[in-house]
């Protein structure tokens, strides 16, 4: 394993909070530049899951839908599989088995809502959620409170598995009462769709 003097001591964090851009040269060298004017005491933020090349040419008119669109293939749930961490928001979800791609993120007002950006969706794929809700419920009631000593987790781990239960529950949760918004704006009996399924929604914030 490479260790990199002080590039290694940057954290992750995508969205607003980035304001690096990183590029490698092989063999040569690691170049961090800032997005911006970067305050005295102001963390400095890389992203672990972006294209950089991609990323370096948005940059400077970075959306919502955008920041989405480069970490769509490796989210949060792969953050947690290589590096050990839940990501704070921004966090993104791509379910392979079930075609389902959103992300979501902390509304820049008082009220203290989510917006769901939706990449990939149709009625399957929220079916998929109120499933997979039931599910991580049934969980928390089950096990949260009945940790099982034999199990060898240190209380790191328990802790980790925990916040990651509760970021796929406040993700999913959210991004259903999305989907019954868009759902309510599926074309009608009259329009020529085969299968209810086949409606798709893609780029929708809300």
């Not at 961490?85 to 989510?114: R, T």
């Not at 990651?164 to 868009?182: N, P, S």
Request: glycine share 4%; hydrophobic share 35%; proline share 3%.
């Amino acid at each position: 394993t490479l260790m990199v003097p002080f590039f290694d001591m940057y954290n992750h964090r995508n969205g607003r909070w980035l304001n690096t851009v990183v590029k490698v040269v092989p063999q040569e060298r690691f170049e961090v530049k800032s997005r911006h004017d970067i305050a005295a005491g102001e963390q400095i933020f890389l992203t672990y899951n972006h294209c950089n090349p991609c990323d370096r040419l948005a940059w400077d008119t970075m959306t919502h839908e955008d920041d989405c669109w480069l970490s769509s293939n490796t989210g949060t749930p792969e953050i947690l599989q290589h590096f050990g961490f839940v990501e704070s928001m921004p966090q993104g979800f791509h379910i392979y088995d079930s075609e389902l791609m959103f992300c979501i993120d902390e509304k820049q007002d008082e009220d203290g809502d989510f917006e769901v950006v939706w990449l990939h969706g149709t009625e399957h794929e929220y079916k998929v959620l109120l499933d997979e809700v039931d599910r991580l419920d049934m969980v928390e009631e089950e096990e949260r409170l009945h940790r099982n000593e034999s199990i060898m987790q240190s209380d790191y781990e328990w802790d980790v598995i925990w916040q990651y239960h509760e970021a796929l529950t406040t993700a999913f949760k959210k991004a259903i009462q999305v989907a019954e918004e868009l759902l309510q704006n599926q074309p009608s009996e009259d329009d020529e769709i085969e299968d209810d399924d086949d409606y798709v929604w893609y780029n929708d914030v809300v």
